[in-house]
């Protein structure tokens, strides 16, 4: 099965700062990648996602992830953080299984805190 | 995108009692996935949901506990049953939508505190 790792349970950066959000995945072919964030007390919205096109994703609220085979990684990136990007980043996978249906597999999350 | 509701937004319940979560959608479902978010944890799939067929549970979760009903292809219930505090979390209902294959949506969220 495939799995993510997400490296750093909470990351501080501050207003203007760049974000940096590590995600590594393991996975013998290539898969299907997203990242989600969770906004305090709400739920889930996709950020962007990796389908084997582009290896370089960009999402909504300026956030970007480069899809690199070689280091198995899907990191997310924004060059300047904003006191709004402050929420918990889920990176997930998703996994191939019997039926024909694809099963997301979430990563432990990372918590970002935004210092003005 | 989609515009998923799901009832009750949260609830506090007894031990013992049951809860019914409501997950509408306004656009067609291929499948259904019902998650579990514990206190400040990631996501757990409980079950996935084709219309028409019964739910395939995950390890940990049994159809007795979480009986999940898919009548349609735009709307599908999570009882969760004779709740303990271990059952405090919060629960969403996650659509893959007929035309966007390989992403998944997610519902606002049922926040259960159970006493």
């Known amino acids: 099965a495939q799995s993510v790792t997400q490296l750093g349970s909470h990351v501080s950066v501050s207003e203007g700062a760049l974000v940096l959000l590590r995600c590594n995945y393991s996975?013998?072919?290539?898969?299907?990648l997203f990242w989600y964030v969770q906004y305090p007390n709400q739920g889930l919205q996709l950020l962007l996602k990796?389908?084997?096109?582009?290896?370089l994703v960009k999402g909504i609220n300026g956030f970007e992830a480069e899809f690199k085979k070689s280091e198995t990684s899907f990191h997310l990136t924004k060059p300047s953080a904003h006191m709004s990007d402050a929420a918990e980043y889920f990176c997930?996978?998703?996994?191939?299984?019997?039926?024909?249906?694809?099963?997301?597999?979430f990563g432990t999350g990372t918590k970002l805190q935004v210092i003005p | 995108s989609a515009v998923i509701s799901q009832k009750p937004s949260r609830d506090i319940c007894q031990r013992g009692t049951s809860l019914t979560i409501q997950c509408q959608v306004d656009?067609?479902?291929?499948?259904m996935f019902w998650y579990r978010q514990q206190p400040g944890q990631s996501l757990t799939l409980i079950a996935t949901?084709?219309?028409?067929?019964?739910?395939?549970?995950e390890s940990g979760f049994v159809i007795d506990k979480f009986p999940i009903s898919r009548p349609n292809l735009t709307f599908s219930t999570l009882t969760v049953s004779n709740m303990s505090p271990e059952d405090s979390s919060i629960y969403l209902c996650?659509?893959?939508?007929?035309?966007?294959?390989?992403?998944?949506?997610f519902g606002p969220g049922t926040r259960l505190t159970v006493l």
């Open positions: 656009s067609q479902v291929t499948m």
């Open positions: 997930a996978v998703s996994d191939r299984v019997s039926g024909g249906y694809q099963k997301v597999t």
């Open positions: 990796y389908t084997s096109a582009a290896t």
């Open positions: 996975s013998s072919v290539p898969p299907y």
């Open positions: 949901a084709n219309q028409g067929s019964e739910a395939t549970y």
């Open positions: 996650s659509p893959r939508l007929a035309e966007t294959y390989n992403e998944q949506f």
